[in-house]
């Protein structure tokens, strides 16, 4: 029964590792773009601003097209309102006794005379209703025309910075990625390392059964054997934590398992010339095209503030149906009326100037703010292309001293067997074999990142990566 329980167990956890292999999800470079550029939230967020900037345009649209109102009311008099009037009863009083006095058809009675005074009367009627159909349409505004076509530019603006966002989220998902293949290609290379001192310990062992090699030479080959074991283990460990920083880059579960697939090699890019490289900053760059947009906004804003100088006309129609009754048998009545509105601000205590200055200063502020960003990516520029040269140079020398220490390996090892050579020799060969392909490998990695940051500056970007449904 033990021994049962025993076979179960084995066969859950060889079944548990089948089932994780089959569930982990092969990663190349472009699935884990593709990945980052629909979870990243830079990107959601300017893709809402882009959103929100099209439908500015669509409003700034909209106030060029006519207005049409609507309105109706109904209002029922609890309490009539009244207000101060001339008593009528006693001015027709008096106006008849002087008719009849004046005519002598009566004796003249002065106390026939009533008082004038006034009285609270009511002239409004309990129920009335009103309804009312207005219409107006811009003729002629330059605030509207110049409002469209700023908002068209905010338009642009975020539309940039969408791509910049996309631009940067592309780059540091390449770092990334490449990050982690270094990280896996260098554990292989330990690994490998760590077979070659088990393979020496063996061939040592071996021989000191023969009685050809002293004991220290087998002591020797096992220290070397334990002292690489726990740098695996670190680089088993470095390589775990790489891949889940790659995981939270891409907006990826912790839970979920990922391979990743591609290499690090070595291709000679065809880089433009430095000149060309730097005007590409200038045109190309997503952040500075943000900042060119930006400034054509200030100007427009600026073309704003002078529409304020220039008139608006506009026609407008009415029609209005109204009634009122005190018993809802209402005497309706209707009126339509036709025109045209001309205004124009003629003073507003300088608003519209001071206003202007403060544009034209966010303009200034802006080209400074261009100028000092072209200086600073153009410097950042200069410094990539030097580091790239100067590293492929190195790259070429380290490939020829991979080869060489493989093949000084290799002899170390037959000196060895042959009784020519010592275990210090094959341990030095083995650490120089080590720490050149890891050279080398460091130096590709560092090629690659200096691509893709020339890339990032010179506003290099495949296109497939900005047609991307974000959501």
Do not use: C
């Amino acid at each position: 029964m033990k021994k049962l329980t025993q076979t179960t167990i084995i066969l859950a956890l060889i079944s548990l590792v089948f089932v994780q292999n089959i569930y982990s999800r092969e990663l190349t470079l472009d699935s884990a773009i593709s990945i980052a550029l629909v979870n990243n939230n830079d990107i959601r967020i300017a893709n809402l601003e882009l959103d929100k900037a099209n439908a500015s345009v669509k409003e700034a649209y909209g106030y060029a097209y006519p207005s049409v109102d609507f309105s109706t009311q109904f209002s029922h008099f609890v309490e009539k309102p009244k207000m101060p009037f001339p008593d009528f009863g006693a001015m027709l009083n008096n106006a008849v006794y002087g008719v009849l006095f004046k005519e002598n058809v009566v004796v003249e009675d002065k106390s026939k005379f009533l008082p004038m005074e006034t009285v609270l009367q009511s002239f409004a009627l309990a129920n009335s209703y009103s309804t009312t159909l207005s219409m107006q349409q811009v003729l002629f505004s330059s605030t509207v025309f110049k409002g469209i076509g700023s908002s068209g530019i905010y338009q642009q603006i975020a539309r940039e910075s969408l791509v910049s966002k996309i631009s940067n989220t592309v780059a540091n998902v390449k770092k990334a990625f490449y990050g982690a293949l270094l990280s896996r290609d260098a554990l292989e290379i330990t690994k490998q390392s760590f077979k070659n001192a088990q393979d020496n310990l063996a061939s040592v062992k071996a021989i000191q059964k023969q009685g050809m090699v002293a004991d220290y030479d087998a002591m020797k080959a096992e220290v070397q054997v334990e002292n690489i074991r726990p740098v695996v283990m670190q680089m088993e460990t470095n390589y775990e934590m790489v891949l889940n920083n790659l995981k939270v880059l891409l907006g990826m579960s912790q839970s979920e398992e990922i391979n990743l697939t591609g290499t690090i090699n070595y291709n000679v890019a065809s880089l433009s010339d430095d000149n060309t490289l730097l005007d590409q900053v200038k045109t190309n760059n997503p952040d500075i095209k943000t900042l060119n947009r930006k400034r054509d906004f200030d100007e427009a804003l600026i073309q704003l503030d002078i529409s304020q100088y220039y008139p608006t006309i506009a026609a407008f129609g009415q029609y209005s149906l109204s009634g009122s009754s005190d018993d809802f048998d209402f005497q309706n009545y209707s009126q339509a009326v036709v025109g045209l509105n001309f205004s124009i601000n003629l003073f507003n205590g300088f608003r519209t100037t001071h206003r202007m200055e403060q544009s034209k200063i966010n303009v200034l502020k802006t080209d400074e703010s261009i100028a000092m960003a072209i200086n600073a990516m153009q410097a950042q520029l200069k410094t990539k292309i030097t580091e790239i040269k100067k590293i492929q140079s190195n790259i070429e020398a380290q490939e020829r001293n991979v080869t060489l220490a493989q093949k000084t390996y290799e002899i170390a090892q037959l000196r060895y067997k042959n009784g020519t050579g010592n275990q210090l020799e094959v341990e030095n060969a083995d650490m120089a074999l080590y720490q050149a392909k890891i050279n080398k490998l460091q130096s590709v990695y560092q090629y690659i990142t200096l691509l893709i940051d020339i890339d990032q500056l010179t506003g290099n970007i495949d296109k497939k990566y900005l047609k991307i449904k974000i959501y």
